[in-house]
């Protein structure tokens, strides 16, 4: 997954590490569900392309926008209830 911000970083989304040989015929579950219980990873490069940071989002929070200073998205909970979530976003 690729997501850029309103500066110009573009945000990477690390796929997690798979622990069991995936048929490329037949899969059981998406890519986009197997994301690693702590959340998600993030690897953040520059305009540049350089690397700048690594970020770990909440786990089950789905990032929608980035923005000079703040990360908005939707979270489920338990009971895959969604939720709009603000967090601040300091550089």
Do not use: C, H, N
């Amino acid at each position: 997954r690729l997501l850029t911000d309103d500066t110009g970083f573009l945000w990477v989304m690390a796929y997690p590490v798979i622990l069991e040989p995936i048929s490329s015929w037949v899969l059981d579950r998406l890519f986009s569900a197997l994301v690693e219980e702590g959340g998600a990873r993030w690897r953040v490069l520059g305009p540049d392309g350089t690397a700048v940071t690594e970020i770990r989002t909440p786990p089950r929070f789905f990032p929608l926008e980035i923005g000079q200073d703040y990360l908005l998205g939707v979270s489920k909970d338990e009971l895959d209830m969604e939720t709009v979530q603000l967090f601040s976003l300091v550089r």
